[in-house]
């Protein structure tokens, strides 16, 4: 097979120039710095009695994963993440399935995601002053517009479209969207403190039982009678947390899979596989806090229970056509227009953030799969103007448009995003098997590779350790959705997309072999080594 300087500076144009601040602060705003306050929705009524402050724990699990992730990076600073160290350490095929599978559930959250806050800030918005204005029928006609499938199509495509100018403009675009993001979220974290410590959860209890028109102690008493916990629950705070919390952690690996754009490979993962974490922890733990601080800890979570479980006492209410989400419940606590307002400007801010980023870091895995002849390779083309992957950015595009659609027009298909999870934790069981046998299946790669790369604990290499329990958590992850699944909790969809995932790159792949094969090109011949840099 003839020579090719795959990914190599010269040959593509790509240079490093994302600094370690920058890379950190694109990782933490990835996942969505507030869809805390979404989860805070969906987690106690799928897992019931769960804390979702002590669920904040269960992210330990994601320090073993980064730091498996901060390794295989070190040794393979490529583009392509996972892509690379599975194709390279297993097989190919396998590093297709999960690279696949990761970026095209994170593409979707482009779709999907958007449709969030075209949702929860701006339909919202307007249910919030109907709330404080006695449900005046003004605000509540807008609110109905906006919700209104077509006029979420046309927003949604318009916001994508402008993410496209982003992509285009290149890196540097993306990086200034990621700060932007990251200062939303902190306003929204300042606002939600203030608003909690004006108003004490005597005077919300009082505004909740005056606009709703039901009383705020019949909530948790209506709740237990439909067979919610009247505790909190060890186990389903674990699995609250190991769902959807870590959920809100996909995409802060994202920096793994720019390792070819950035500066200071080995500092820049560190600081952004374990910084990201850090400050993800302790945003939730202000949005979780002191949402059970203002409402009540056990009522909040009863509420959610009602609304997800589709209860008369909560689909009856003057809001009951739409989810409790921070907008609407901030609204009731201070009847301020201005708190609204400033909530649904942040939760805008950051969503939109996270929509850019959660496509960008993928876009460089396609970009990685046509440098290895298993999609065409003009997706590997960059821009001569921007010196960007252009024809790859316009897939994952046009898949975030293709998913922004299903959400709006076939929304039980994306419900609760439940398919991501399942989806990206399949395709970290291969990257846990990737780590465990990286020592012996690449023995020379392994052995040039940086120091903190070989160390080892009880002489067993510390990345099969962290492989291992790459695998078991993986594992763990994926039972426990399907928990809320077999109970139909969750719609049959989720188990269909994953599939569906699964099974389009292995055909991506057989194709692509099979096709050079009659070329008498082998293209596993690539995969024996590593691209250049």
């Known amino acids: 097979m003839a020579s090719k300087d795959l990914f190599s500076v010269?040959?593509?144009?790509?240079?490093?120039?994302?600094?370690?601040?920058?890379?950190?602060?694109?990782?933490?705003?990835?996942?969505?710095?507030?869809?805390?306050?979404?989860?805070?929705?969906?987690?106690?009524?799928?897992?019931?009695?769960?804390?979702?402050?002590?669920?904040?724990?269960?992210?330990?699990q994601m320090f073993v994963i980064a730091g498996l992730y901060w390794l295989l990076s070190c040794a393979m600073p490529r583009q392509g993440g996972e892509y690379i160290?599975?194709?390279?350490?297993?097989?190919?095929?396998?590093?297709?399935?999960?690279?696949?599978?990761?970026?095209?559930?994170?593409?979707?959250?482009?779709?999907?995601?958007?449709?969030?806050?075209?949702?929860?800030?701006?339909?919202?918005?307007?249910?919030?002053?109907?709330?404080?204005?006695?449900?005046d029928e003004k605000w509540i006609n807008l609110a109905n517009f906006f919700m209104t499938t077509h006029v979420r199509a046309v927003i949604g495509t318009i916001a994508i479209l402008f993410i496209a100018w982003v992509f285009y403009r290149g890196t540097k675009a993306m990086v200034k969207l990621a700060w932007i993001a990251l200062a939303g979220t902190l306003m929204g974290a300042i606002v939600y403190i203030v608003a909690t410590f004006l108003v004490d959860q005597a005077v919300f209890a009082a505004n909740w039982t005056q606009?709703?028109?039901?009383?705020?102690?019949d909530v948790i008493k209506t709740a237990v009678a439909e067979g919610h916990p009247v505790k909190f629950l060890f186990g389903a705070t674990i699995m609250a947390g190991s769902t959807y919390i870590i959920l809100n952690t996909l995409g802060a690996t994202f920096g793994a899979n720019l390792a070819g754009e950035v500066r200071n490979v080995q500092k820049s993962q560190l600081l952004a596989l374990f910084g990201s974490l850090g400050l993800l922890m302790a945003i939730w733990a202000i949005f979780y806090?002191?949402?059970?601080?203002?409402w009540g800890t056990q009522w909040t979570n009863c509420l959610m229970f009602l609304c997800g479980t589709g209860n008369d006492a909560y689909t009856s209410l003057p809001i009951?056509?739409?989810?409790?989400?921070?907008?609407?419940?901030?609204?009731?606590?201070?009847?301020?227009?201005?708190?609204?307002?400033?909530?649904?400007?942040?939760?805008?801010?950051?969503?939109?953030?996270?929509?850019?980023?959660?496509?960008?870091?993928?876009?460089?895995?396609?970009?990685?799969?046509?440098?290895?002849?298993?999609?065409?390779?003009?997706?590997?083309?960059?821009h001569p103007k921007t010196s960007q992957p252009w024809y790859a950015s316009l897939v994952a595009l046009i898949g975030a448009e293709i998913f922004l659609l299903i959400d709006i027009y076939l929304p039980s298909w994306t419900a609760n995003i439940a398919y991501t999870i399942f989806t990206w934790f399949i395709g970290?069981?291969?990257?846990?098997?990737?780590?465990?046998?990286?020592?012996?299946?690449?023995?020379?790669?392994?052995?040039?590779?940086?120091?903190?790369?070989?160390?080892?604990?009880?002489?067993?290499?510390v990345v099969s350790i962290l492989g291992f329990l790459t695998l078991l958590i993986?594992?763990?992850?994926?039972?426990?959705?399907?928990?809320?699944?077999?109970?139909?909790?969750?719609?049959?969809?989720?188990?269909?997309?994953?599939?569906?995932?699964?099974i389009i790159p292995a055909i991506m792949y057989y194709y692509s072999k099979k096709s050079y094969a009659k070329k008498k090109i082998d293209i596993d011949i690539q995969f024996r080594e590593i691209p250049s840099d």
């Open 320 to 382: 009951g056509k739409w989810e409790p989400f921070a907008t609407i419940m901030i609204a009731i606590m201070t009847k301020s227009g201005i708190f609204v307002f400033l909530i649904a400007l942040a939760f805008f801010m950051a969503t939109f953030g996270s929509t850019a980023g959660m496509s960008f870091g993928p876009i460089r895995n396609i970009y990685a799969w046509a440098f290895d002849r298993l999609v065409p390779e003009a997706l590997a083309k960059l």
């Open 289 to 294: 806090g002191m949402s059970y601080k203002a």
């Open 85 to 135: 160290y599975i194709s390279r350490i297993l097989h190919p095929v396998l590093g297709l399935m999960s690279s696949f599978m990761i970026s095209f559930a994170a593409i979707s959250w482009t779709g999907v995601c958007t449709d969030w806050w075209l949702k929860y800030s701006l339909s919202d918005f307007f249910v919030g002053l109907a709330a404080i204005h006695n449900f």
């Open 474 to 502: 993986s594992v763990t992850i994926c039972v426990y959705l399907l928990i809320p699944f077999f109970q139909g909790l969750l719609p049959y969809t989720m188990v269909v997309m994953s599939v569906a995932l699964f």
């Open 428 to 461: 970290w069981i291969f990257l846990g098997i990737a780590g465990m046998v990286f020592p012996w299946r690449c023995k020379i790669l392994y052995e040039s590779s940086p120091p903190v790369v070989k160390g080892k604990f009880l002489g067993i290499p």
């Open 10 to 60: 010269k040959a593509v144009g790509i240079t490093r120039q994302i600094s370690p601040w920058d890379t950190m602060v694109y990782s933490t705003v990835n996942p969505g710095l507030m869809y805390a306050l979404v989860y805070l929705m969906w987690a106690p009524f799928l897992y019931p009695g769960g804390h979702m402050v002590w669920a904040i724990v269960t992210v330990a």
């Open 211 to 217: 606009i709703t028109g039901l009383n705020y102690d």
